[in-house]
């Protein structure tokens, strides 16, 4: 992504939204860093910042649905998408900055060079942080789920959106 072209952060503030600078501006800027080194080739750099022991969680309805915990077991889930896409790719396209959460509005793509298995979806990840270190990501199909496991509350979400 070039880099004058900012995606949009909205941010929790009080009782409502706000689009100035976020309190956790390096959590945010950290989650960026993260798909760039993703998109790069670089799946050392993104575990670098996560806990020995997280947890990835995806969705009842996710292709490879579960919990994966530790670095073992997150590799091995990126490795089961990489056998069926190939490199998966992510296109940010909005992050959430939730206190220690971010949300992420992403699109995934991907095609596998041997089944030619396609994917191009768009999923929302939570990131969740004790400090700079995550601690878990949980995936999501449909936003208003991420944000209410983010606990973005319901009027926060409508003047959001407004």
Known sequence: ???DRRIPT??????????R?????QIVELVRRGYEAWNS????????????????????????????QGFAGIQAFWDQWRA????LRFQPLEFIDA???VIVCTRRSGVGEQSRLEVS?????????EGDTCVRVQEFYEKDDALRA?????QEREQGQS
């Open 41 to 68: 080739g670089d799946r050392g750099w993104v575990l670098e910042h996560m806990s020995e022991d997280v947890e990835w969680v995806t969705p009842p309805e996710d292709p490879e649905p579960g919990s994966y």
């Open 99 to 101: 206190g220690d959460q």
């Open 21 to 25: 600078s976020p309190v956790s501006e």
């Open 84 to 87: 069926a896409v190939g490199e």
């Open 10 to 19: 909205l941010v929790r503030s009080g009782g409502g939204w706000d689009t």
């Open 150 to 154: 983010a606990g973005v509350a319901e």
């Open 121 to 129: 979806d768009t999923v929302f990840q939570v990131y969740s942080f």
């Open 1 to 3: 992504m070039p880099a």
